[in-house]
């Protein structure tokens, strides 16, 4: 068997382990966001053609727009299930290499390829029948209605390919090969990019598709990936590979990736339900609120993306480390993991606020689209102060999961939006709330402001129960 190069027994500093793991996720986590900016670039600027004096023709644009934005939601919420292997795979990848035990790591890696497959086959039949119920519960006019569900149908079809590729590349990471993952990404995004213009304009025997011709690039894209993921797999990579009888079910084993990943999974399932709640709170101010929230989200990502690559590479980290039962340098690990996270994330922060008219404009070059940017640049801007707690949240939350401690993350996503996001954006974008028999009282009726104020209370509080939970150091014991 190949050995696998463990990250512990590498005699360098530490922030260059860390930045070692964290560039190649960096370079992935901004293709797979400049592949959303440019579908959503591409939507919204794709006026239909006569547009211009039209006001029918105009508002079908924004409500695609508006429907994309919801769509950025719920193929989140899809993708809540690919924590359900992709967690428990890298906390438990990572401690068997830590500990010396490479064959388990093996083991690990096969049953996690097996899960997946089975959660994507039972699931894909249960999102095509639940789709149109979940539109209709946040709120969607009938053409933004039509276009989320036509743009979202593909995407599904596809669902077991996605968790597939994320599984496997989550078994790489915790091996420590951050590179594979961003090479697959590359490719997707080349790929992707092409895909989506020629489905959505039409190209040689490719008919135009219009709006829902992007969802075609993506799931095509990602299918290719899923593959190959699949073709490294079974040739070996860093000691792990796919092999006939290791892919039979082994319930011990899936056991332990279950006790790591129901949690993880459960918190963001919690936390896309909630921030589906939210956004038919969003919804309900209307297409272009919509629409703004939805741009200025995709703007936003690239603050959070960055920070997601820190907190990758410090879980990975922490995993291998306490593996080899090194719990003190599992701690250095995650402090400088946050410390790289919130300096970048404090600097996308700068950018945001200084250039939120440019950025909000690029979604957005058409006349009847000035509100969107009238709309978004004042939230943009907000949100850039919240940089260092949402750095704090991302870190942290990568840390725990290395760890195996995925129970506490739960707690803080209840916490953060039952006690302050949703109650606070009802009050703040509503004109007035109705307690019933108990009587009504008067909203600040703010708009998407109020809204994304709201959220902004939430990220604050959350990045204080993350910093806490991590300096009391319980989650450095957690047995996997």
Request: proline fraction near 5%; hydrophobic fraction near 55%; include cysteine.
């Amino acid at each position: 068997m190949t050995e696998i190069p463990s990250l512990v027994s590498q005699n360098r500093p530490l922030w260059v382990k860390l930045v070692s793991l964290a560039w190649p996720v960096l370079v992935q986590q901004f293709l797979i966001l400049f592949v959303g900016l440019f579908d959503q670039g591409l939507v919204g600027g794709h006026a239909p053609i006569n547009s211009e004096n039209n006001p029918a023709l105009q508002s079908k644009h924004i409500a695609q727009q508006a429907a994309l934005s919801n769509a950025i939601y719920l193929v989140w919420f899809l993708s809540s299930l690919s924590s359900l292997a992709a967690v428990g795979a890298t906390a438990l990848v990572a401690r068997f290499i830590g500990a010396g035990e490479p064959r388990q790591a093996e083991r690990v890696t096969n049953q996690t390829i097996l899960l997946a497959v089975l959660i994507g086959v039972v699931s894909t039949p249960i999102a095509l029948w639940g789709l149109p119920h979940l539109l209709g519960l946040l709120g969607l006019s009938d053409d933004a209605f039509s276009a989320a569900e036509q743009f979202l149908q593909p995407i599904i079809w596809v669902l077991t390919a996605e968790l597939v590729m994320v599984a496997g590349i989550a078994c790489l990471v915790g091996a420590g090969d951050t590179k594979t993952g961003t090479i697959i990404r590359c490719g997707i995004a080349l790929i992707n990019i092409p895909l989506a213009w020629s489905f959505m304009n039409g190209l040689g025997p490719i008919p135009a598709f219009d709006f829902v011709g992007v969802a075609y690039g993506t799931s095509l894209s990602t299918s290719l990936g899923s593959l190959a993921v699949l073709l490294i797999l079974i040739r070996g990579r860093y000691g792990l590979k796919l092999r006939r009888r290791d892919l039979r079910p082994d319930l011990v084993l899936l056991t332990r990736l279950l006790r790591i990943s129901i949690p993880a999974s459960f918190d963001t399932l919690s936390n896309c339900i909630c921030q589906m709640w939210f956004l038919s709170l969003v919804n309900a101010l209307g297409q272009v609120a919509i629409t703004a929230h939805g741009n200025a989200l995709r703007i936003e990502a690239m603050g959070f993306l960055s920070g997601q690559a820190f907190a990758t590479a410090a879980g990975t980290l922490v995993g291998q480390f306490l593996g080899a039962r090194r719990p003190d340098m599992a701690r250095k690990a995650a402090w400088v993991g946050f410390s790289f996270g919130v300096s970048f994330m404090s600097l996308m922060g700068m950018i945001f606020y200084t250039f939120a008219p440019n950025l909000m404009s690029l979604f957005n070059p058409y006349d009847h689209q000035i509100q969107v940017v009238q709309t978004g640049v004042p939230v943009l801007r907000l949100v850039a102060f919240a940089m260092p707690p949402l750095a704090g949240i991302i870190v942290f939350t990568g840390v725990l999961r290395g760890a195996g401690d995925t129970r506490y993350p739960i707690l803080v996503t209840w916490i953060g939006y039952l006690g302050f996001r949703i109650p606070l954006a009802y009050y703040l974008t509503r004109e007035s709330l109705s307690f019933g028999e108990w009587g009504t009282i008067p909203g600040a009726n703010l708009g998407l402001i109020g809204a994304w104020l709201a959220m902004f209370a939430d990220l604050f509080v959350r990045g204080a129960l993350f910093f806490i939970r991590f300096l009391k150091g319980k989650w450095a014991l957690v047995k996997v």
